[in-house]
């Protein structure tokens, strides 16, 4: 039967008497979501559940502001564990290259790090000091005059030997000479020339000589400055050694028990003997050009005894919660920074940096799924960490074979780390689908509802979840009015009146522009007329295209007819999806009959314009027809149907009641009313189903009609299941409550047919007969004088099948925006 809907069918409101507070600041907050139990189920379970696999991945739209409620589950679980380890990185003094890993106590890493800073600023202080004490400057002199004492000596028997042959050693800026002496004076050139040539040959005979003596000594003054350096660094490794002894004792004693800093300690006091001369060099102002040494300053060669604190938890509070919003390779595992040394990129311990499973170690990792795939490389990686419980530092130049660099092989890092991935439904599924490794890393899925009851106490949370948001962002608080009108948007946004949208995203920003009104009209709270604004600007941001669209059929551009009666033309009604804006539109649907053999074409399938669903729409009205009409025999009909003025993809199934009103009204050359706009599905008995976009649909009809005038008779006919669907607005609502405009349900076709018609469809009499002058019965008829036709003519009356489909959402003619998306049809 058809039903007129009342205001209150087409827009149930939420009464404001079911609040009793002021303003949302009278509420307690909350942070668990609304309608989401089964999902925090999940997410508690994972949490809890120690044993391995059971990460965690959270579906849902982003919309639902999945992360909000998963952070407070994680938050409050986190609160409750204990802090986990430290964890840092220490030099291995025989194998720079494999730094070791050391796990510490919850601020205990930070501890040993101020210690060893402190060491390094004693060595520095005490072993320069230990060269300059007058003990060891005494010790290295008397080494030292020693040695110059034995070379004196040498060169002293020398010159008494070279005294018997009338010869002096003289020494040079080339060198040590000899020379002739005469009286006590050396001879010049003149003088040694003017001697017999049998004395000359004698002084060059005992030059030659004596120089031959000379250099016999001289050959050994190396191997002697040798004992002499020798002999120094054993005096100065004897003051240092037991200077650094006393300061690493101290530093043994702070950590006894912990046998590998024990370990790494004795390593450093070796170490920094084996430097001693390095460390002396260094702090002398010897830089790498003059020493020949490879630092360039203090600092970087006492780096080498510093403690690289990788994880520092000395503040506390509970297990960490890391979010991770760049999931790259080296932001998961961490990352070997270099520097440039002579052109060539260097790295040593200290450069260690740590990724997100190193700062979530012990805690939780939270990963945008979508984000995490999309990195090269990162996807396995964690994978790898999470199957071998440890986190190897990778680079991306190991895959992709870049130039060789200086780099490290740190040991890796004991994991222990609870991973959420927040993802959509379709990547969950792709992943469970084609990685046999996801369903073994992630058990537990937590699916988030996108829509909730609308129930009383529903609405009481989403009051506290407006006040939430207005309380966090220092927001005008919500009066009554205003937490109603959201909550009835919230229907709308999701088009069933009996449900409420769980996407806080769309409401947190709702409540944002409602402020923004409200602040600018000097407002101290938000009230419903704030909000109905908000809602309307953000409408009219979006609505161009609706406009343009509209505006066609307006000035009859596109062929639309909102009053009178026409044979075989209804006025169907669909939906454009342009981002995030839809909105509806009619369309003219024509239908053509003649004799035939039982084919019922759909021109938009012909012209590849409509979708496999639309195929599907056209055979079930032409099952419909063949049942209804010619239950016993042939159908000899050849009909077409078409979206006249359709010029993109069709796709669903919800003109399916008005295509077959359409070609009905053509078998029985009955008029319809071009006042009425028809939308729904159908199935092969005549009842009418469901569709998609029934707020838009219905008030895209309304529009147009309001632009050229409303009469009183004009309105829309859905199906009666829709009815909870409908959440229509205002200004619509308004139209129906003072008669201007209706809107009806129907149960089945014989519905739409009374009411386009205004004639009664008629019901089958005992004998099978349809009652005298109804709808039905002069289809009957005009269906059974084509079945005598064609038996009078001979024809061959084989019915074939229908092969179109009929698009239930056309685009409009010569479209202004993008493509419209499919219809989402329940």
Known sequence: MIRTLTAAQIRPETPVSEFDFATTEDLPPLRDGIGQERASRAVRFALDMGASGYNLFVLGDPATDRRHLVDALVSETAAERS????????????????????????????????????????????????????????RIGELQQGFEKEQKEALQRIQKEAETHGLTLLQTPQGFAF???????????????????????????????????????????????????????????????????????????????????????????????????????????????????????????????RINLLIDHSDGGGAPVVFETHPTLENLVGRLEHRSELGSLVTDFTLIKPGALHRANGGYLLIEAERLLSKPFAWDALKRALFDGEIRIESASEYLSFGHVLSLDPQPIRLDVKVILLGARQTYYLLSAYDPDFPQLFKVPADLSDRVERSTDNAQRYARLLGSIARDEKLLPLGPAAVARIIDHSARLVGDSEKLSAHTR????????????????????????????????????????????????????????????????????????????????????????????????????????????????????????????????????????????????????????????????ALGDIPLRQDIAVTGSMDQYGRAQAIGGANEKVEGFYDVCAARGLTGRQGVLLPADNVRSLMLRPDMVRAVADGRFSVWSMDDIDDALELLSGISAGARSSDGQWAQDSFNQKVQQRIEELSELTRSLGRDTTPVPAQASMPADPAPPHPPGPPPAPEDNP
């Open 179 to 305: 020379a002739p002496v005469r009286d006590g004076k050396v001879l010049d050139n003149d003088a040694f020339q003017a001697l017999p040539e049998e004395e000359r040959d004698a002084i060059g005979s005992a030059i030659e000589t004596m120089t031959e003596r000379l250099m016999a000594q001289l050959q050994d003054l190396p191997a002697r400055q040798q004992d002499l350096v020798r002999a120094q660094k054993a005096m100065a490794r004897e003051f240092i050694e037991a200077a650094v002894n006393r300061l690493v004792a101290t530093l043994r004693r702070r950590w006894q028990g912990w046998s590998e800093i024990l370990a790494w300690a004795k390593e450093l006091a070796a170490d920094v003997l084996d430097n001693a001369q390095t460390i002396l060099a260094l702090e002398h102002d010897h830089g790498p050009n003059h020493a020949g040494l490879p630092y360039r300053s203090p600092e970087q060669f006492y780096s080498r005894y």
């Open 83 to 138: 802090t986990p380890a430290d964890w840092c990185y220490l030099n291995d003094f025989k194998h720079p290259d494999r730094p070791r890993a050391l796990r510490l106590p919850a601020g205990e890493a930070h501890r040993l790090a101020r210690d060893a800073d402190q060491l390094i600023e004693d060595l520095r202080a005490v072993i320069p000091s230990l060269f300059r004490e007058e003990g060891f400057q005494r």
């Open 506 to 665: 769309r409401l947190a920003d709702l409540v944002r522009e409602s402020d923004h009104i409200a602040r600018g009209k000097g407002g101290r709270i938000i009230d419903a007329e704030h909000v109905q604004s908000a809602i309307d600007a953000h409408v009219e941001r979006l609505e161009r295209i609706r406009d343009d669209v509209h505006e066609r059929i307006v000035r009859g551009t596109v062929v639309i007819a909102t009053d009178g009666t026409r044979v075989a033309q209804v006025n169907g009604l669909s939906v454009l999806q342009i981002g995030d804006f839809a909105f509806g539109q009619p369309s003219r649907i024509t239908a053509t009959a003649r004799l035939g053999r039982g084919e019922i074409v759909d021109i938009e399938r012909e012209a590849r314009l409509g979708g496999n669903i639309h195929s599907k729409a056209v055979m079930i009205l032409g099952a419909f027809i063949g049942q209804r009409y010619a239950p016993h025999s042939p159908l000899s009909l050849h009909a077409s149907l078409a979206f006249e003025q359709s010029y993109g993809g069709i796709e669903g199934d919800s003109a399916t009641v008005a295509e077959v009103c359409a070609l009905l009204s």
